[in-house]
């Protein structure tokens, strides 16, 4: 167990609708990264936020936004779901420093239908 | 960007033998990381290196940092069937937050 925390583990939607996924951080840590993971693209990067600002993005979507909360949860919202959207989203978390000593979340699993 | 070549794709071994993987970019790296991922879960920090020409060990795992800070080494040796999964190398940079995944080594060990 990782100490990350994401829900919900699956998520089947239909395209055109709107979806959240939540992530709690491990105790302590300030960034929150999120990653999607398809079977043609492998892990990508989506986007960091640190202590509830935005650090860094990836091959984040427009449909795509995020947000960390002032108790440092993060959430991702996926609009206008395209089937190509299906995949595993991972939220990681890290101890400020060791940026690339991340801690992933168990994933949820979109399935777009 | 930044991309991380991985080989080989996929393994096959028999229980008991040692594993080679490594990862190569065009890039520098300032830190290599070294993932696995067992079915339907997250990927979990094996080992991580800090310094070209690092040598870290983590158990029956091995990583090395290349010397020319572009490349990494993962060996398992002795591998048990517990082994299974998928090994990411990643590579961080350090000046744009940003963790770089390799596609992946799907290990496969007879028992």
Known sequence: DSGVTQTPKHLITATGQRVTLRCSPRSGDLSVYWYQQSLDQGLQFLIQYYNGEERAKGNILERFSAQQFPDLHSELNLSSLELGDSALYFCASSVEGRVGEQYFGPGTRLTVT | ?111
């Open chain 2, 1 to 111: 960007g930044q991309q991380l070549n991985q080989s080989p794709q996929s393994m096959f071994i028999q229980e008991g033998e040692d594993v080679s993987m490594n990862c190569t970019s065009s890039s520098i790296f300032n830190t290599w990381l070294w993932y696995k991922q067992d079915p339907g879960e997250g990927p979990v920090l094996l080992i991580a290196l800090y310094k070209a020409g690092e040598l870290t060990s983590n158990g029956r795992l091995t990583a090395q940092f290349g010397t020319t800070r572009k490349d990494s080494f993962l060996n398992i040796s002795a591998s048990i069937p517990s082994d299974v999964g998928i090994y990411f190398c990643a590579g961080w940079g350090g000046s744009n937050y940003k963790l770089t995944f390799g596609k992946g080594t799907l290990l496969t060990v007879n028992p």
